[in-house]
């Protein structure tokens, strides 16, 4: 007897937590009851009620146009892809399509897998576009396939899936120039010439290791002559391992001058090791503005970094799906679209042989405007 | 004579210098590599980084004593540092309040998490598997995905990982919480009830229920202590890093279970001491340390990592077997 009670009220309070999941996120305090309901549960409410409501007043909001679309990005937790992911909504927003027209999943862990099993789920819902900050360039290729089999509009963005999976890339700021950017501030900051390390995230980060790639090449030109690249360090976008990595960068060339770490975890965790040290070593990469205005100045760690705006990341993102789906673009060459109030996009060959849209060039933080921005994101 | 001899051969059967000799070899052969291992500067670097570990491997140990496991502790110390950080960021709360905090509210997990082993019959591995996915979901909500980046702590409490005022300026402050964490555990777990009573539960369950022993109060204790400490590793986290993150210590608790391993601490409960924890943690925080250090590509140093671990449990494991050997052929004697 007593066990049955117990067994109904685990039941009902498992029940309570998956509704408490899904309609507000203020109410935390059903879910711990519930062990293994949760988990699911615990991203975004608002995309666990989409898919349920999703037949009904996709046929009633014939204004703004039909279809459902989603972003999946690289993974939960990271203020980065929160950003993509509201730029993406605003846009939806924008184009009058409603909240059950739109869904945002953000990945358990930033690994291919979680993305896959994400994919398989959005297939299985029948969407009508897809837009993916790849974590993997080929392993979400069958995925991706069969998504695309069944009418499916498949994009990256951010990062890049393989040219075979996607109809095109909505690109950040082209590889070029960002590797051209960054080289370019290594070469300000050591002064013209001597020893520089890379701290990048995983080795299997298409993003990463196309502007690696691309910094390689600027820096066989003869202006860069004078600076040696020493080491590509990975801290897997862990804070822990990253300072490792940058302590042991910083132990194993006493000459080094600087740093480069074009991802935003990596960026953060070389900035509080240099600055804890005293190390003379310059910063410079890719990071967010409000985790490292900390660091930013000009006798500080990093005298300025750049970034784009992940905001106009996902806002592209989602007028590029919209215009695939409606049929306004292919995902060919040549083609041109406007996304909005963003203004008019062209679509250009991309270096891997598929095509891509470049969003603008990186933007530069230096120590006169990250006050403002810090709090933007 | 005869005793000298004696206790030279029970010091080099133990199991705690067949670890010493793995971490003397690991080390010389790091400093062989590069030169810059032994020093001062990187030894300390060392410590600071992996004093979480350190102090969690503690807490693990007593956990494992009672032949019980808390894979939840990475979620714990990521709920607590993250809600101890955005409390700091919204009231600028003084350093030491924000420890307190951030310690109070990782007791509080790990006391749910013991009642519900307790009480609710739930295996330890089961339980904590769906904690650690609650807790880092709640950490993920109650920061709205957001970090708390460095410039929303306030200086002191940044400063607390870089100053030496608990260590009576001789250590870092973050090394210093460890040594005393040490110091309190070896006392606590060798020469009080409350330490044996750890131990008796791990030993033999039936035994220590006939003796007296209350054994849910000493589980849902050590499941308490745990997350005090992922509380207050937390705290230590957020410190030296300068930002609280949502994912922060994922994973920490397979590092620290192979730090309590590596020591010597038993599985299957019962079996561990202080000082082998101590030496299992400082394996890790070596293997951490020193292997970007000596110049092999990464995808190597993972794989020599699992191979120190395996080595120095293997090793382990033998000294174990010739100790008991010895001890049953004394009693035959």
Redesign the interface.
Known sequence: MKKKVLSVLLAVSMIGAMLAGCGSASEQAAAPVAEETAPAKEEAPAEEAAPAEEAAPAEESGAAGEGTFALVTKSAGNPYNEREAAGFEEAMKAMGYSDSQIIIRHPESATADAQITTINELIAQNVSAIAIAANDQDALQPVCEQAASQGIKIISLDSTLNAASRLTHVNQAGTQIIGQTLMDAVKDLAGGEGQWAILSATSQASNQNAWIAAMKEVMEGEDYAGLELVEVAYGDDEYQKSVDQTQALLTNYPDLKVICAPTTVGIMAAAGVLQDKGSAVKLTGLGLPSEMADYIGTDNVCPYMYLWNPIDVGRLGAYTSVALVNGDITGAAGETFTAGEMGGYEIVEASDGGTEIIVGPPFAFTPDNIDEWKSVY | MEKKKFDWKKITGSREMSLVIVLIVLCLFVQIR?S?FLTSE?LE?MFR?YAVIFILALGMMCVLLTGGIDISIGSTLAFSGMAAGLVMRDYMIPTPVSFLLSMAIGAGLGL?VGM?ITKGKVPPIV?TL??M??Y????????????V???QFTDSFKNF??TKYLGFGLVNNMIAVTIYCYIIFFVVMKWTTIGRRVYAVGSNVEAAAVSGINIGHVKIGVYTLMGFLCGLGGALWTSL???A????A?GIEMDVIAACVVGGVSLTGGRGSVVGVFLGSLTIAII??AL??I?VS??WQSAIKGLIILVAVILNVLAQRTMDKNNLRRREM
């Open positions: 590069n810059s990187t670097d980084n749910v519900i339980c769906g904690f996915n609650i880092r979901g709640l950490t993920y909500l109650i920061a709205k995905s957001q970090w980046a460095a410039y990982a870089l890093y300068k930002s993150q949502g994912d922060m994922t951490g340390k970007p250090l110049g990464q995808f």
